[in-house]
């Protein structure tokens, strides 16, 4: 065979002390992140820095979404060449690392989720307050300082195959100035001033890619943590409703772990995803095919018996997308 190229437990009880705890882990830096903006405004931060900062945010998001998440890692859909392409340097974008090594972790995450040999589980070290702590410390950030790598040959051999995907993957560093350097250049230029370039850099840049991390972490931690499980899978993730809008419909995490190659993840009635509404639009341009939508009759079939969520007849089809 030809060698390949160098590439780069917890229940659904509410208001327990493990759930609050955790809650309180990751809303407390959002609710300071969120006063950081009516505090500043006036002469830190202007229209033109919060314009820069959404679109900026939603381009990487979306970019990791559909593109590393469920186009590159799970094959959701099969989209063409230049979308497949476009898809890869959005995704990079987000500075959330090489797509090739992305890719390659959230397989691994997938195939052990929970269990050992998972990447990145908040259930590491056990379920006592203080270990689920370190735990979701662990998979929000420590884990990506371990000295352990996921073997992206073994993980990612689809991407490392094709040549254009492969230098994509190589030159991270190059779109990553690209994303930084971006709103600088697009607030300087728009207020003819470094001031404005500054304040962009910070709002549209560092304040941007701080909140998507975190934002992109939290689906690794806190909903490996708490939140519904409508369905049945075999580890504990769940849906968390109040980070839908912001992971672009990655939150909805029980359906996705249950059905892991679902282009659509918020199944329900009045689940937001974005994702799978612009897969959507991509597929009526022409631009995507084979897209996996789920049918009812297939999300009901992963429904957990007496969830007792009342929503067994809300499920959202293709055509809802």
Same mark, same amino acid.
């Given at each position: ?187 300087? #230029?728009?207020?003819? $001033? ?5 304040? @962009?850099?910070?709002?549209? *840049?560092?304040? %941007?890619? =701080? ?73 009526? #341009?022409?631009?995507? $095919? ?5 049918? @009812?009759?297939?999300?009901? *079939?992963?429904? %957990?018996? =007496? ?15």
């Amino acid at each position: 065979m030809t060698p390949l190229p160098t590439a780069t437990l917890g229940g659904d009880r509410k208001r327990s002390i493990e759930q609050i705890t955790l809650l309180l882990f990751i809303t407390i830096p959002f609710v300071a992140l969120a006063a950081a903006v009516p505090l500043a405004w006036g002469w830190g931060v202007s229209w033109l820095d919060l314009g820069l900062m959404t679109f900026m945010y939603f381009l990487g998001c979306h970019g990791i979404t559909i593109g590393f998440h469920r186009h590159f890692t799970h094959r959701s859909f099969k989209a063409r060449r230049p979308l497949r392409i476009a898809l890869a340097i959005a995704g990079s974008m987000a500075v959330e690392g090489p797509l090739v090594r992305w890719v390659a972790d959230h397989r691994k995450h997938h195939k052990y989720s929970d269990a050992e040999g998972d990447p990145h589980s908040p259930w590491r070290f056990g379920e006592t307050v203080p270990a689920l702590m370190k735990g979701l410390w662990w998979a929000h950030i420590g884990w990506m300082f371990d000295e352990e790598q996921t073997p992206q040959h073994k993980y990612a051999p689809d991407l490392i195959r094709d040549p254009a995907l492969r230098r994509i993957s190589r030159q991270f560093w190059v779109w990553t100035l690209v994303s930084l350097l971006i709103p600088p250049v697009v607030g300087g #230029l728009v207020t003819w $001033s470094w001031t404005g370039a500054l304040t @962009a850099f910070f709002w549209g *840049s560092l304040v %941007r890619v =701080a909140l998507l991390h975190h934002v992109t972490w939290s689906i690794n931690s806190i909903c490996h943590a708490v939140g519904k499980r409508p369905f049945t899978s075999r580890d504990r993730s769940g849906n968390v409703w109040w980070l839908a809008v912001l992971s672009c419909g990655e939150s909805w995490h029980n359906l996705h772990h249950a059905d892991p190659t679902s282009a659509r993840h918020g199944v329900m009635r009045g689940q937001i995803d974005s994702s799978a509404r612009i897969i959507r639009w991509f597929e009526m #341009l022409g631009w995507a $095919s084979d897209v996996r939508w789920p049918s @009812a009759n297939r999300v009901a *079939s992963r429904r %957990r018996p =007496a969830a007792g969520d009342g929503n067994s007849r809300e499920v959202g089809t293709a055509e809802t997308a």
